[in-house]
């Protein structure tokens, strides 16, 4: 009996922890929603709850009506082509890289497979001004292909560990079957290991998506002019002002922050799937 009640008390307080912890990470989401139905009169206006809602702050952005967003759809364009693409290449590389570690035999695999992850130790902001030198040599300043470069530069380390280790934990009969069926290399790849590794392969891309669509110190430096920069870097100009429009700046939040949350949904099941065989193969 006692025990029964001591995990009836232990579950009690995961619960209220749980809950605790789950209002904790939504109350700035909330904040977020309730300043951007603000209207500016009211901005100020201590309480949880708007009085007099509006959207206004939602027309302004979409019709782009307000000096702060009148490039809105530009830069949101912006981050969704480096995001689109950074997601792409870092996929490919990941694929490509992780069957050529894991499942071909060549000199110092062992060692390209372990300095894979040597870009973290450094901070990337560290490496913010000789990047910022080397894309000025080649003249790719002001070029969504610089941030691109910069985000493939980060995000394929982490994807490729993780897709090394899925496809180390492939059985090698897979290779044989298609050494049987007279299957290339290439004929593997796509054919056999591809379709296997397809739920962390979209959760790495979602990853690198996600990465690149909230970078602002690399888009900050090496983009200019405000057609150009991305929406990450446009809400930052909306603090270089003593009269910042915080309602609409939220505005711009909430919109910016609905492409992530539909990816995560329609990608849920392969997210979770995907990680999930990423751990437990890493392990």
Known sequence: MSRARHSRALHVWLSVVAVVML????????????????????????GLYVEHPTIRNYVYTMGQDNPFVRYFWQQIGNSLVIAVWAMVVVAAIAALGSFAMARINFRFRRWVSGLTL?????????????????????????????VVLAMVTFASPYALWVLSDCA????PEIEEAG?????GILA???????????????AIGTYAFLYAWNEYLYALLLLTGEPRI??????????????????LLMAVSTVYSIPPVVLYYVFKRYLVSGLVSGAVSGS
Not at 23 to 46: E, Q
Not at 179 to 183: F, P, S
Not at 238 to 244: M, Q
């Open 188 to 202: 593997t790849f796509f054919h056999l290991y591809l379709p296997l590794i397809r739920p962390p392969l979209i």
């Open 168 to 171: 180390r934990s492939l059985p």
């Open 118 to 146: 040597f870009t973290y130790v450094i901070p990337s902001s560290f490496l913010s001004i000789p990047f910022f030198r080397m894309m000025a040599d080649y003249d790719l300043i002001d070029s969504k292909l610089a």
């Open 230 to 247: 991305t929406l990450p870097v446009a809400m930052g100009n909306f603090l270089t002002t003593d009269n910042a429009p915080w309602n």
């Open 23 to 46: 209002a904790w990470t939504l109350f700035p989401v909330y904040y977020m929603l309730l300043l951007s139905f603000t209207p500016t009169n009211d901005l100020f206006k201590p």
């Open 179 to 183: 050494a049987i069926d007279g299957a």
